[in-house]
């Protein structure tokens, strides 16, 4: 079955950077689009970033020119690059990709996401 599991969060001072890993695992055949999200506390989760297999990318207002989301193919792991990072960007973040997959003799396209990795930012 297939597994997304992030890395790289942690407790950094604002103005710091942190960069956020999150790697696919399991029999895949294809990954589309991969994206970050995020959930603060008493709040909804919200769109951080996405990107497609081609490329293409899209970034919520909060974060553009200070978040850089990128994707490796080869590895099928996806990367969120945090830059200039503030206290309000506290929040536990989420991977999320729609995958392909080949399980049992079918092939299968589903939504996955990971278990999350906190990222604290202390003002």
């Known amino acids: 079955q297939v597994q997304l599991v992030e890395s790289g969060g942690g407790l950094v001072q604002a103005g710091g950077s942190l960069r956020l890993s999150c790697a696919a695992s399991?029999?895949?055949?294809?990954?589309?689009?991969m994206g970050w999200y995020r959930q603060a506390p008493g709040k909804q989760r919200e769109l951080v970033a996405t990107?497609?297999?081609?490329?293409?990318?899209n970034y919520a207002t909060s974060v553009k020119g200070r978040f850089t989301i990128s994707r490796d193919n080869a590895k099928n792991t996806g990367y969120l690059q945090m830059n200039s990072l503030k206290p309000e960007d506290t929040a536990v973040y989420y991977c999320?990709?729609?995958?392909?997959?080949?399980?049992?003799?079918?092939?299968?396209?589903?939504?996955?996401w990971g278990q999350g990795t906190q990222v604290t930012v202390s003002s």
């Open positions: 990107i497609t297999s081609g490329g293409s990318t």
């Open positions: 399991g029999s895949i055949f294809s990954i589309y689009a």
């Open positions: 999320n990709a729609d995958i392909t997959s080949d399980y049992e003799g079918g092939r299968y396209e589903d939504d996955y």
